[in-house]
């Protein structure tokens, strides 16, 4: 057996089933990518093959009289699927940050074009969510919004 640039495969699992009177007979690839089973007996078997980073194989084999068939076979490349998963608090955030991000809000509204005014600025939140957080450390923290807004700024007359 060769991968699909024609390279043999060594150290395949080889598993043969089904010829009538011989049982299932399992094998190991060579270096040169073959295997062999001794004293078949004539008929119909499946081939199974495997082998890490290749798609399973499986094929119909038909043996004859004397108990011997060829089968020519060129695997294909597995799909490789990885995932990583990071998990733990990255060093050096700021820890005010950290508790408004994992304190969660004690209170949240819903608002659409909401303008507040001081001095001479005006904020609008146009639409989103304005949620009151409880106290981080020594700091009062008031509101966090989250959405579409803007700020605007007059000059003092």
Do not use: W
């Not at 659409?112 to 001095?119: E, F, G, I, Q, V």
Request: hydrophobic share 40%; net charge positive.
């Amino acid at each position: 057996m060769k991968d699909p640039s024609g390279s043999p495969i060594a150290g395949a699992s080889v598993e043969i089933h089904g010829a009538t009177g011989s049982g299932n007979k399992t094998a190991l690839a060579d270096a040169k990518g073959e295997y062999r089973f001794a004293s078949l007996a004539a008929g119909h078997s499946k081939v199974h093959l495997e082998r890490a980073g290749f798609v399973t194989f499986e094929a119909e084999v038909d043996a004859s009289k004397t108990g011997e068939a060829r089968i020519d076979i060129q695997l294909k490349l597995a799909k490789v699927v990885e995932s990583v998963v990071v998990s733990g608090k990255r060093p050096g955030i700021d820890p005010v940050y950290r508790g408004l991000r994992d304190s969660g809000a004690t209170q949240a509204f819903t608002v659409s074009n909401l303008a507040l005014k001081r001095d001479n600025g005006v904020i609008t939140l146009r639409s989103g969510v304005l949620a009151f957080t409880p106290k981080v450390g020594s700091r009062d923290t008031e509101a966090v919004f989250l959405g579409e807004g803007e700020f605007a700024c007059s000059r003092r007359s």
